[in-house]
């Protein structure tokens, strides 16, 4: 099925800030449309995965951010987006929208329930993370195109796909000590790895969103690790969507 060239338009949101007016600094492209079925959104994840760039350009990384989603019983979802200086982890902003998504829960195709939300929160972002860790898969998917190398090519920014569980390949689990991982495959292919973030704690699953390599996404996401099992971008970003994050005061 031939995927055709619509304008992305996300779910109307509520603005969960101060500063309601967009300014546009982060915006997203135009590379389809979001009223599909769900075979439609794996024809279009087949379609873009041959475009997800597996390579990084060796630029700086400054600032990085961390997004998630948290529902509610209610229904809605709310989606956060936390920047943080890199590599001191001190927090810059945080964002958040709430919405009642329009796709169904259907596992791997997470990235059409959950995109059109933190898009809106980006969006609202004062300034352009250098890397955005994602909660959720990038190239470790059936399709190889998880909500990591989703947003990262809506966005152009590199991204890292950062996991709490497995949703394809095997590989042997790292030693118990914070650091230390193995390669994750599928079908003789390496799409990521399984990462110890945090001493006995159970690993992390770490793979290419869009624009950077392994071996970067590696270093970054344990870069970010401050004691915890998940790295402090997509842990605040997870707090910022439970309503459990104070903003920043510079930033409401």
Not at 22 to 43: F, L, T
Not at 49 to 64: E, L, W
Not at 111 to 117: K, T, V
Request: proline residues 6%.
């Amino acid at each position: 099925m031939p995927v055709k060239n619509h304008s992305v338009t996300a779910n109307p949101v509520v603005v969960n800030s101060h500063v309601c007016r967009y300014n546009r600094i982060v915006q997203a492209k135009n590379i389809h449309n979001w009223q599909v079925n769900p075979a439609e959104a794996r024809c279009i994840q087949v379609d873009l995965a041959g475009k997800v760039i597996r390579r990084g350009d060796n630029r700086s990384i400054n600032t990085v951010a961390g997004v998630d989603i948290s529902t509610k019983r209610s229904g809605q979802a709310e989606a956060s987006v936390v920047v943080l200086s890199y590599p001191q982890m001190e927090l810059i902003e945080v964002r958040t929208c709430t919405s009642n998504p329009r796709f169904p829960y259907i596992p791997g195709l997470l990235s059409f329930r959950e995109a059109p939300l933190i898009l809106a929160a980006c969006a609202q972002l004062r300034s352009t993370p250098d890397m955005i860790l994602v909660d959720g898969q990038g190239v470790a998917h059936p399709r190889r195109f998880g909500i990591a190398s989703h947003l990262g090519m809506l966005l152009d920014i590199p991204t890292i796909g950062c996991a709490k569980s497995r949703l394809c390949g095997s590989g042997e689990m790292p030693g118990a000590e914070a650091g230390l991982f193995c390669n994750l495959s599928d079908g003789g292919e390496i799409i990521g790895a399984i990462v110890r973030t945090k001493t006995d704690s159970k690993p992390l699953y770490v793979s290419i969103g869009h624009k950077t390599d392994l071996t970067t996404a590696l270093d970054t996401v344990l870069g970010c690790c401050r004691g915890y099992r998940l790295p402090e971008p997509t842990r605040l970003a997870h707090l910022a969507a439970g309503g459990n994050l104070l903003r920043h005061p510079i930033f409401v």
